[in-house]
Structure formats: C-alpha cells, structure tokens
C-alpha cells in the first residue's frame, strides 16, 4: 500500500509560480510511475503531467506545456510539480498520483487527498 501527501497548493497571482511535492510513505515507489491530475469546479478531473519511474519520460497537457515541469526524487519518495506563468484557468485542485509501470507509462492505482492552488487576476 501507498499513501500520498500532496503539499504547497495556495493563493498565487496570475503570471506567479508555485511547487507542488508529493511525498509517499508505505513502500519506496522508485519503479512507479507518478503524476498529477486536478479538478477544477464543475470540470471533471484532467490529466496534468506525468512521469515514468525514473524520470525519463515526462508527458503533459497541452494547456500546461512550457509553464509546468514535473520532477521526482526517487531516493526521496518524493514528485513535483513546478507551476510557473499561472493563470486562473489553473485553478483547481490538484491530485497526485502513483502506481505500478504498465506498458510504456503506469496505472494510477494511488491517490493523494489533494490541494488547492488558486490563482487570482
């Protein structure tokens, strides 16, 4: 079993910056894909980055390419998520995600309880 504890969602204004860190705990996921999703109001949830279990195969959302850059620390349990050039239209919550490598990517069999990033004009 894995737990997932997202961290440093918050108020931000537009064009700012934010990291997300999700850290996990019950077993070392370094052979585990992660990523991120999030949920805006009345949306439904949307893929938002994601990463193979070493870090070498990165995807993205069209809407996040260039502004947002998904990185791990294996040895840490821990992904991240950097947000930069934000804009309301990225306000939501944001999930993280991790599970076993199928294929070329990985089920997201785990999930963190979330946090808010809010991002004010």
């Known amino acids: 079993q894995v737990q997932l504890v997202e961290s440093g969602g918050g108020l931000v204004q537009a064009g700012g910056s934010l990291r997300l860190s999700c850290t996990a705990s019950g077993r070392t996921f370094e052979t585990y894909g992660a990523g991120w999703f999030r949920q805006a109001p009345g949306k439904e949830r949307e893929f938002v980055a994601g990463?193979?279990?070493?870090?070498?195969?990165?995807h993205y959302a069209d809407s996040v390419k260039g502004r947002f850059t998904i990185s791990r620390d294996n040895a840490g349990n821990t992904v991240y998520l950097q947000m930069n050039s934000l804009n309301p239209d990225d306000t939501a919550v944001y999930y993280c995600t991790a599970g076993p490598p199928v294929g070329s990517w990985y089920r997201a069999d785990y999930w963190g309880q979330g946090t808010q990033v809010t991002v004010s004009t």
């Open positions: 990463s193979r279990w070493n870090g070498g195969s990165t």
